[in-house]
């Protein structure tokens, strides 16, 4: 596998990458029934009535380089401040030259001078001083810096290869080769550099974050807890492990975790941006809104920071703010797929279709094996009746994803429009085998069943929606046409008084029960039914349906 040079955090009890970020990744704007799904629902709706709202996935944390521990550690400091170091006994030589200061200048002006090394004779052997473990040691940490990982390598074996008890060289190596993503040879080297000093926090907590790149919970949580053993003020350390609590579902013990980590470094951006994260997914957003803006504030070209604050402005419907997020977050990196992913989902908010559909197009440029943008995409083009075009991108969504229960209903959906009920139902039935509780699926498929005239197996899956959400009123009224077209009239009428009982005002359900009252031979409550329906289709401007009306008020 591909290991980051970033650990992962999943933000929810979701994610994209890995099993939770997979299930949480998945979760897209959801709607009511395919028929309802119109646009100017999708856009102008409240952020609070969807079913799932955008996630910022994946965010990153900068790993815990070996540079950054080297003042804490005692390993190594600049030349100036050599006299800090506990230096190895051999690592200086009493008798080591030295450069002195230049010789001063005599009073009488007249210049020193100094004598310059004679040249070798010929054949002469001249001595070359052998660098130290120590030298080759700070050479190899000087490349690493660079980022010139393979020639740092050759210095840290160098250093090995003179002192094969000094841990350090060990723990750059295990870095160096992390970062080439050869992580048998990172693993062993952090392995020996705890081999040899086994109070080594530095090692512990770096070889807890290759095994948590490794997704390797269980060692990972152990070289945590062993590095904040040793050193109970590595706050990195409480910052990974609260990380992985979190992604366990233990998020007050995370919480815990990362508030020791914001004590012990207040100016640490990470540990506010991932408590932030911890308060989003509790849904405490005024506070992660906070956290998210200290890490700003800390770190002004933090991309997660100003996204996931993004995605908190969304949930709490302040629209504006979000977007504002999510443009800086591609004003830093315009490349960052997360960012206009969820800039599609402000944009929808903003009633901006268009704009939305340009993000989307855009995070399938950068990554076109991203599943949701395909989800999202279809599901606008659905809402525009590019129906076919939403069949296409749901189809390529389940290519990527084939245990997508979403993806199946939105296809369902969409054949069920364009008039291809075979397909629908078989849609509708592989969601359903996917997600057995989806009252929208079992709708769905009631209507391709009705749709082909079985009003058995319709009935059938409109009473199990029915029995799923008791106030699907929609199922109710669906159910109630069916046994109006089977001839079952009481068991119609019960059916559109239940959805007028809960004041819905569907002038579908009004016509009905009138024309099922007339059936039954009450012809006052079918004109009272009738006269209600009218009226409702007159102020939604349903000239066609208002006509209907008067035709069966006439035949009464």
Known sequence: MTINRFALILLSAIAFLGSNAASSLADVISTTAAE????????????????????????FIEPVLPEDLLEEEGIFLDDDSSDAIDAPEDSLDDDSPTVSDPPETPADGTPTVIDTPETPAEGEVVEVETPTYIERFRAGVDLYKEGKDEAAITEFNAAISLNSEYAPAYLFRGAAFARLEDTTAALNSYNQAIAIDLEYSAAYLNRGILYYDLQNAERAFADFDRAIAVDPQLAMAYIYRGLLDSERG??????????????????????????GLIFKTVDNLEVAV??????????????????????????????????????????????????????????????RPRAALDDLNQVLTLDPGYPNAYLIRGQIYAASDNNVAAISDFSRMLQLSPESAEAYYRRGSAHLLVGDQQAAISDFSASLALRPDDALAYKGRGDAFASLGDSTSAIGDYTTAIDIDSGYWEAYAERGRNYYEAGDYQAAYADFSQVISANVFDPDAFYYRG?????????????????????LYLTNNEAARYRIVLDALNKL
């Open 36 to 59: 309802d799904f119109e646009t100017e629902a999708i856009f102008l709706e409240d952020p609070d009535g969807l079913e799932a709202l955008p996630e910022a996935q994946p965010a």
């Open 250 to 275: 233990n998020q007050d013990t995370a919480l815990e975790d990362l508030n020791e980590a914001v004590r012990l470094a207040p100016e640490n951006a990470f540990a506010y941006f991932h408590r």
């Open 290 to 351: 906070s956290d998210f803006t200290t890490a700003i504030q800390l770190k002004d070209d933090y991309t997660e920071a100003f996204i996931n604050r993004g995605v908190s402005y969304y949930r709490l419907g302040a629209n504006e703010a979000a977007l504002k997020d999510f443009n800086q977050a591609i004003n830093l990196d315009e490349n960052n797929v997360e960012a206009y992913y969820n800039r599609s989902f402000a944009l929808m908010a903003a009633g």
């Open 515 to 535: 024309i099922t009252n007339a059936r039954l031979g009450d012809a006052i409550r079918a004109q009272a039914d009738l006269e209600k329906a009218g009226s």
